[in-house]
């Protein structure tokens, strides 16, 4: 069958292959062009198999609050969201810490907490109310050909095979990207051979909105204030010690946890079932092939320590909608070569910027060697006494460092 005896309602502008949160986000961000989209999703959102929508919970730093608000999407996540009005960085066993406050950047909060799963329902009921968006759930991507004019995707649905035709492809099909597997994009990637374990517990006094990140020899431990006074942890332990830990009673995994941690909670009280997830750093040079073009964990999977994975990937977003938006206001296709390079050009610099954080702070935060150690706590000390350099890590940590998007600014497209 040729492109243009292909029937219309299997022709698109944008696939979006992954609904998870960068690729369901980057459809609500595109849902104000005039585009037709389909987003293809594995799993079904409410499904308790879906790896995206799962246990964990996400802080999202005040950029992303900024870039969800220009969605519209604010207004249902703010009824789940837990203020971070503090953030608290120290460094078990030795003297030096980093306090950062929200009232000091003269916001209501450096960050906020949400639940994955609630994240997931709240970008469902918005992909639901645009009629330009069309969720194909549960359907997988099998094979992807790039033609000069159009990219032909197979796709499985209900065990019947579909074809679909797009001016572009977003992959945004997580760490493990088919797309970035067919379209050839090469990786690097480390094991960190680090695990991370969460769960959700509650302290012994409040959590008075501050997120505790505390480094110990044996890896980092953020905790993040929760609804109900519970907070959500991401306890780093050696590949080595997964399985003990795992096995613990929650009795056991309390102790562990307060004796790893330290009593500035007062102990720890409660805990929900525990998830554990390997750590890897995965990198890659190019962004795009013709037609296709990867986002989010598809092109950067990083180490959890400073919370900024999915806060890059919707960064992503906001620079390739606001690309694809100006694309269409010169009359360009969407898929063009040109197109793909101006987003991949604006997108390389953050990108290795923050794998390159996320890695250092990996590497010195897990690192028991004296000195090593020595210079962290100093490092934390310094901070916390300069308010310049406080000032930048709070804007790094915020997402609002460098030139913004649009919808990073609070404009839509
Ligand atoms: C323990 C832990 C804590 C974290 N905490 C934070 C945090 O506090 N703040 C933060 O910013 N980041 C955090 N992150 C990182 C964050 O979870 C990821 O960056 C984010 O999940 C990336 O989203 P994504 O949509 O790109 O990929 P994913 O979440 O992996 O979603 C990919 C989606 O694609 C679908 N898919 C895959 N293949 C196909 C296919 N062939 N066809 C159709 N669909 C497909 C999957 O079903 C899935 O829904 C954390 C990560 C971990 C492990």
């Given amino acids: 069958m040729t492109n243009a005896e292909r029937p219309k309602e299997n022709q698109f502008d944008v696939v979006i292959i992954g609904g998870g949160m960068v690729g369901a986000s980057m459809a609500c961000a595109l849902a104000s062009l005039p585009i037709k989209i389909a987003i293809i999703e594995a799993y079904p959102f409410r499904s308790n198999n879906q790896p995206s929508y799962d246990a964990r919970s996400i802080a999202l730093a005040y950029g992303s609050k900024i870039i969800f608000e220009t969605l519209g999407l604010w207004e249902s996540l703010q009824q789940n969201a837990t203020p971070i009005e503090h953030i608290h960085i120290s460094n078990k066993g030795q003297f030096g810490v980093t306090r950062l406050h929200a009232k000091d950047e003269n916001l209501e909060a450096l960050g906020y907490v949400i639940e994955n799963r609630l994240l997931g329902n709240s970008l469902l009921e918005k992909l639901n109310q645009y009629s330009n968006i069309h969720l194909i759930c549960p359907a997988k991507l099998d094979d992807l050909n790039i033609h000069d004019d159009y990219a032909e995707l197979n796709i499985t649905q209900n065990d019947q095979a579909i074809r679909l035709q797009s001016k572009l492809v977003i992959g945004a099909d997580g760490g493990n990207s088919k797309v970035r597997e067919i379209i050839d994009i090469p990786e690097k990637t480390k094991a960190y051979k680090q695990t991370a374990i969460i769960s959700n517990v509650s302290p012994g006094k409040p959590h008075d909105n501050i997120a505790y990140e505390r480094f110990t020899n044996q890896g980092p431990i953020a905790l993040l204030p929760m609804s109900d006074n519970r907070c959500s942890l991401v306890l780093t332990v050696n590949d080595e010690n997964k399985d003990e830990v795992m096995a613990m009673d929650d009795t056991l995994f309390l102790q562990y946890l307060e004796e790893r941690f330290g009593f500035r909670t007062g102990g720890f009280k409660k805990t929900s079932k525990r998830h554990a997830y390997p750590l890897s750093l995965m990198r890659i040079e190019e962004h795009y092939k013709p037609r296709a073009v990867i986002i989010g964990n598809a092109a950067h999977t990083l180490h959890p320590i400073a919370g900024q994975g999915f806060n890059l990937g919707l960064r992503d977003v906001a ?28 997108r390389s610099k953050d990108q290795k910027k923050v794998a390159f954080i996320t890695d250092s702070l990996a590497k010195i935060y897990s690192n028991d060697f004296f000195l090593i150690a020595k210079a962290r706590s100093k490092g934390l000390a310094v901070t916390d006494i300069m308010p310049t350099i406080k000032h930048r890590v709070a804007k790094e940590a915020m997402g609002l460092a460098g030139k913004l998007p649009k919808l990073s600014r609070g404009l839509p497209l």
Wanted: aromatic share 4%; glycine share 4%.
């Fill in 319 to 346: 620079v390739l909608a606001d690309t694809l938006a100006n694309a269409i206001v010169e009359q360009k296709d969407v898929g063009e070569t040109s197109v793909l390079e101006n987003y991949a050009k604006l």
